[in-house]
């Protein structure tokens, strides 16, 4: 999936395309988290759709619930879906990450014509 450091570095354009396809997997991500928590408060706490929405994405960004939570079931859920969501925005950031630290690692590495010079 990725270049080793002996290779050369990938081009711009390819490097993009790599870059699209872990902003698409930590969108997927992110919306499957964000539909757990909808079915979640529809389940445990018989909310609205509107208001399911709005509290799983609420807690999912980081803030609290909008609506008071009435029963136990769904204090527990919000309690769990909410740690949920902590995690899921670091691995988040970290996917996202992958292909910019990858390639300014691979640039260290690479060799250039001194280098060569020097070894020989």
């Known amino acids: ?5 002996t290779e050369p570095l990938m081009p711009k354009a390819a490097f993009l395309r790599r870059t699209a396809r872990f902003v698409a997997v930590a969108l997927l991500f ?11 408060y529809r389940l445990f706490e018989q909310m609205a759709w509107i ?12 803030m609290g619930p909008v ?5 136990d079931g ?18 988040s950031v970290g996917v996202l990450l992958i292909p910019i630290l990858h390639r ?17």
């Open 30 to 40: 992110v919306m499957v988290s964000w539909l757990i928590g909808i079915l979640g």
């Open 74 to 91: 769904g204090k527990l859920f919000a309690s769990f879906y909410a740690l949920f969501s902590g995690i899921v925005f670091l691995v």
């Open 1 to 5: 999936m990725f270049e080793h450091h």
């Open 104 to 120: 300014l690692l691979h640039q260290f590495h690479l060799e250039t014509d001194s280098d060569a010079d020097t070894d020989g």
């Open 51 to 62: 208001d399911a929405i709005l509290n799983a994405a609420m807690i999912l960004g980081g």
């Open 67 to 71: 609506t008071p939570l009435r029963t």
